[in-house]
């Protein structure tokens, strides 16, 4: 349960090797050396996420198995960490970029993509809510994306999967209304992380502590959707409205 001054005392991060995912743990664990657990496919990667996460004031952190690919694991797990504490936060991290070109040329490569990034994070996004409903309080983050909001050409696969969950995410945060616990959706762009190393970086580019502020913000404010950086949501509000004719044009 957040204190008396609104500081987070335990924090899920769901893909806990993300370097969003690590950003926002330590920004939150921060004031009150909340207590953290990272989970993730990659015991190694934990582990180091784990050591930055306590360099940045945590208290206990701990490293726990998750694959979003396994759905029919996800009910248990849930189970097994919400038996173990209440959490004020989890950050739903977990993402692949995924490589548009093998996809089209490939439909497995694209059926990968939707299954971490939709199916997977939808799955436990689900047995999330469940608990959290039942605790009567806590914040489900959602990592979704710019490409979400109208999806490019470019990168569908990958927009199509965030379009999915960014619905999804709306409708749960909508369904929890007046359960105590709430859904922020986050719709960041272009972020410096592993994700987009090699790639160059774009307009509205930002970083990882840069989402991490506007989340702390957005669980302060009430918020239940951010746009990072926060100008970008005008400029998608204007893409929205874009005629399909010209914005397929465009160099998105
Ligand atoms: N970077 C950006 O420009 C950007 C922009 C908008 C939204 N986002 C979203 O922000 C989230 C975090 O991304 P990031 O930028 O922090 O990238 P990142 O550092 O590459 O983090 C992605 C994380 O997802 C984990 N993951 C991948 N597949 C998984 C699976 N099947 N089960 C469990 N974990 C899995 C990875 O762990 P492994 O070590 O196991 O691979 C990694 O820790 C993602 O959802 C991404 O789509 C990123």
């Known amino acids: 349960m957040r204190d008396a001054l609104g500081a987070v005392q335990s924090v899920l991060v769901l893909g806990g090797s993300s370097d969003i995912g690590v950003a926002i743990a330590q920004k939150l664990a921060r004031p009150r050396g909340a ?95 469940q608990h959290l409903r039942r605790q009567g309080h806590g914040t489900l ?34 369904s929890l209304v007046a359960t105590g616990a709430r859904v922020i959706v986050v719709r960041p762009g272009f972020v410096t992380t592993k994700m987009t190393q090699g790639r160059e970086s774009v307009p509205f580019s930002s970083t990882p502590q840069a989402v991490a502020d506007a989340v702390d913000n957005a669980i302060r404010r009430g918020s239940e959707i951010v746009w990072v950086p926060a100008s970008l949501r005008l400029v998608m509000a204007v893409l929205r409205h874009v005629p399909r004719v010209v914005f397929r044009r465009l160099p998105l």
């Not at 959602?142 to 109208?150: I, P, T």
């Not at 050409?153 to 909508?174: E, I, W």
């Open 35 to 129: 207590s953290v657990v990272l989970a993730g496919r990659d015991a190694a990667a934990l582990q180091a996420a784990a050591a930055r996460v306590r360099g940045a004031g945590a208290g206990i952190v701990d490293t726990t198995a998750f694959d979003a690919d396994d759905v029919d694991s996800h009910g248990e797990l849930a189970q097994k960490l919400f038996a173990q504490r209440d959490y004020d936060v989890v950050v739903l991290a977990a993402g692949v970029l995924g490589d548009q070109a093998a996809a089209e040329a490939d439909y497995r490569e694209a059926v990968a993509v939707w299954r971490t990034n939709f199916l997977g994070c939808a799955s436990i996004a689900m047995c999330v809510a």
């Open 141 to 174: 983050v959602v990592l979704s994306s710019v490409a979400a909001e109208r999806v490019r050409r470019s990168n569908f696969v990958y927009g199509a999967a965030k379009a999915g969950l960014d619905g999804l995410a709306q409708g749960l945060g909508d």
